[in-house]
T-cell receptor
Framework: KNQVEQSPQSLIILEGKNCTLQ??????????LRWYKQDTGRGPVSLTI?????NTKSNGRYTATLDADTKQSSLHITASQLSDSASYIC??????????FGKGTRLHILP | GAVVSQHPSRVICKSGTSVKIECRSLDFQATTMFWYRQFPKKSLMLMATSNEGSKATYEQGVEKDKFLINHASLTLSTLTVTSAHPEDSSFYIC?????????????FGDGTRLSIL
């Protein structure tokens, strides 16, 4: 069954700290994996995209990793800021154009 | 970067009203547009996929007569919720993709919060 599982469901950290969000998937055939940030009441915004051959992709303080063998991805946020408070969604695309969304991790940054 | 504009951002209306939501790609041609529904603290649920000039493909369980989708041009798709009822209250998000291939990113609108009284 094609699934995308994210952990933790929610996370609270202090401003300035680092954190890592996890995404495990069982999607096949795999095409690409994206991480999105969704602020409350807004649409998702793409942070990174990785294909099968890519292990790491950075976008500012966001660094995504992909292990295609174990079907795991992570999103690392460095030196968190209050504006990082949002839901982070892992999205995996199949080769047949189907897109499977994870349920997201809700991140809260405390001052 | 690519921008998708969704309008209106918020609608409050009485039960039985039909509501139209517009999704526009502002700086690229969207060969494919997607409509999603999102309940609080839940992930996006794909409702339908539409390609310009052809009928939309609806996901299982989504009533096509209830949720009318039109994708008449490469920059505009509309979702009409017909005879809306309180259970239709939700956050509706559109996305648009150009190029016609899955590796092209989806660009999301900012959503429409629909509240049916």
């Amino acid at each position: 069954k094609n699934q995308v599982e994210q952990s933790p469901q929610s996370l609270i950290i202090l401003e300035g700290k680092n954190c890592t969000l996890q995404c495990n998937y069982t999607v096949s055939p795999f095409s690409n994996l994206r991480w999105y940030k969704q602020d409350t009441g807004r649409g998702p915004v793409s942070l990174t995209i990785m294909t099968f051959s890519e292990n790491t992709k950075s976008n500012g303080r966001y660094t995504a990793t992909l292990d295609a063998d174990t079907k795991q991805s992570s999103l690392h946020i460095t030196a968190s800021q209050l504006s990082d408070s949002a839901s982070y969604i892992c999205v995996v695309s199949r080769g047949d154009d189907k897109i499977i969304f994870g349920k997201g991790t809700r991140l809260h940054i405390l001052p | 970067g690519a921008v998708v504009s969704q309008h209106p951002s918020r609608v409050i209306c009485k039960s039985g009203t039909s509501v139209k939501i517009e999704c526009r790609s502002l700086d690229f041609q969207a060969t494919t547009m997607f409509w999603y529904r999102q309940f609080p603290k839940k992930s996006l649920m794909l409702m339908a996929t539409s390609n310009e000039g052809s009928k939309a493909t609806y996901e299982q369980g989504v009533e096509k007569d209830k949720f009318l989708i039109n994708h008449a041009s490469l920059t505009l798709s509309t979702l009409t919720v017909t005879s809306a009822h309180p259970e239709d209250s939700s956050f509706y998000i559109c996305s648009a993709r150009g190029g016609g291939v899955s590796n092209q990113p989806q660009h999301f609108g900012d959503g429409t919060r629909l509240s049916i009284l």
